[in-house]
């Protein structure tokens, strides 16, 4: 511990607050629950879990200390909290999408949230300079970049496509793009993302076809490419050399306090999910 940690950790202690990063050195007892958690980190298994108990009970304490465990392990970790002013529900994947992005977690990145860590280190993994790596070869169908064969969601591709050029500003484009995919106008982004990168790829598609293949859209079809990015998230962890990608929905009790607030007019009530995925 450095200084400056030292003294961030003092401060959140005279708040009475467990400070982030060194929540599993404040946190006493529920060991069989801990030691159930550390087993479904250990097992790689595909899993899904809902945590539920009475207000105060520490179930926002065991989502920190379940995101530093992972992180420790080499999970990319995004902690989603939901409440009144969120404006994220359930019933729209995109938002989800959007706010589970956002919170991206990469374990050796310090301070840093969200695509830009994990798009970095997958692309100079696999992307600059790896025209022989044979996961490049299926990812960019050996560099000429018109389909990929290891992605699930077009969006994914357009953007990891784009994102490997390194043009600081078509990257703040994407994060823009995947951070409110419900807010981006799909002309700028064909424009950014395609249009004006030709030069970088041989895709003979016009662009029309990027508008009739709803490359652009997340909501339709049942949010079906929200879906597929998380899936292709977790793909680029593991491709990156990581353990691969957690999901921990925190939902605080003023949702319900708040039920008036029309953002929560359409929730489902639930307590905290722990949603993980290998």
């Given at each position: ?48 879990l ?21 992180m ?29 992005c956002?919170?991206?977690q ?27 790596h ?15 064969e ?72 049942g ?22 990608f ?33």
């Amino acid at each position: 511990m450095n200084t400056q940690q030292a003294q961030i950790v003092i401060e959140s202690l005279r708040k009475g607050i467990p400070p982030d990063g060194f929540v599993r050195q404040f946190t006493v007892g529920r060991k069989h629950e801990i030691d159930d958690l550390v087993e479904r980190l250990n097992s790689h298994n595909g899993t899904a879990l809902l945590l539920k108990a009475n207000y105060g009970s520490g179930k926002t304490h065991l989502m920190k200390f379940i995101r530093e465990e992972a992180m420790d392990k080499n999970y990319a970790v995004s902690l989603v909290s939901l409440d009144a002013n969120s404006g994220v529900r359930f019933n729209r994947m995109d938002q989800i999408m959007g706010a589970v992005c956002r919170n991206i977690q990469v374990p050796g990145v310090q301070n840093d949230r969200g695509l830009e860590p994990l798009f970095d280190l997958f692309t100079k993994k696999i992307c600059q300079g790896k025209v022989d790596h044979e996961y490049f070869k299926k990812l960019s169908n050996s560099g000429r970049w018109d389909y990929s064969e290891v992605l699930d969601s077009k969006a994914m591709f357009v953007a990891i496509r784009a994102w490997s050029t390194g043009i600081e500003s078509v990257q703040d484009t994407i994060m823009d793009w995947f951070y409110q995919p419900y807010n981006c106008q799909r002309s700028m982004l064909l424009k950014t993302l395609v249009t004006d990168l030709r030069k970088f790829f041989r895709d003979p598609r016009p662009e029309r076809k990027f508008y009739g293949d709803s490359v652009f859209v997340m909501n339709k079809n049942g949010y079906e490419q929200s879906w597929a990015i998380l899936r292709d998230i977790n793909t680029l962890c593991k491709q990156s050399g990581l353990s691969g990608f957690i999901i921990l929905f925190d939902e605080f009790e003023d949702v319900i306090t708040n039920l008036r607030n029309i953002k929560y007019l359409k929730f489902r009530r639930c307590k905290t999910l722990l949603f993980s995925r290998y």
